[in-house]
Nanobody
């Protein structure tokens, strides 16, 4: 079974940093496109970033230049380094893998940016 376990969220002040992790199992890690998606209270889910099997990376305009997506294939882990955090980054962050036409989701980790 595909399993994704996100962690690393928390409370941080504006301008601070956090690194989210997503531990993966049940599929050939590195062979599929993986993404981070976030959802703020009362809002629709928002795509944040994607890394594909060639390690090419993509970012939404709202996080470009501040967030960095990466993977560690040996640890089977997806990361999201978030710098210069803003209050509008507050959301539950979910990791995702698109595998053979099916989207799989982790349980989400809460990020709160507040002074």
């Amino acid at each position: 079974d595909v399993q994704l376990q996100a962690s690393g969220g928390g409370l941080v002040q504006p301008g601070g940093s956090l690194r989210l992790s997503c531990a993966a199992s049940g599929f050939g890690f590195g062979n599929y496109k993986m993404s981070w998606v976030r959802q703020a209270p009362g809002k629709a889910p928002e795509w944040v970033s994607t890394i594909d099997s060639d390690a090419d990376t993509y970012y939404s305009d709202s996080v470009k230049g501040r967030f960095t997506i990466s993977t560690d294939n040996a640890k089977r882990t997806l990361y999201l380094q978030m710098n210069s955090l803003k209050p509008e980054d507050t959301a539950v962050y979910y990791c995702n893998v698109l595998r053979i036409g099916t989207n799989y989701w982790g349980q989400g980790t809460q990020v709160t940016v507040s002074s």
